[in-house]
């Protein structure tokens, strides 16, 4: 089996079998994001308690591809610092964005490589993480 098969595998993966796919009851941060060019919606749920990401999740109608990486993105990020999340979205944008190779430390991330080279489908993969970015802005009382 080569990379690329392993890539594949880890999307189809978290895109039929997401992680972390729910509403969480307890966010004090949260945001619905849209791509209308394909339809994509996703809503990001983030618990930050002491500028640590204690717990994010999401739910959603949208392809594999945003499914995957909304999915792998709520994984990165719990116990994370909010810092140590925007420097990780940076990473990816780049990676998916720019013709280096880099990505290694991106982990699964880099998973999504591969949606570089179709830019429409860059969009689908990081909707979640331009949604995750608008939460943190936005401060919900649910209480």
Known sequence: MNI???YQELIIDHGTDPRNCHVLNNANHEFEGFNPLCGDKVH?????ENDIISDVSF????????TASASIMTEILKGKT???AQDIFKQFQHLLTSEEAAGASLGKLA???GVRKFPSRVKCATLAWHTFQQALNVRENHG
């Open 4 to 6: 690329d098969d392993l």
């Open 44 to 48: 990001v749920y983030v618990l930050v």
């Open 59 to 66: 739910t959603n109608k949208g392809c594999a591809i945003s």
């Open 82 to 84: 909010i810092n140590a």
């Open 111 to 113: 998973a999504l490589v």
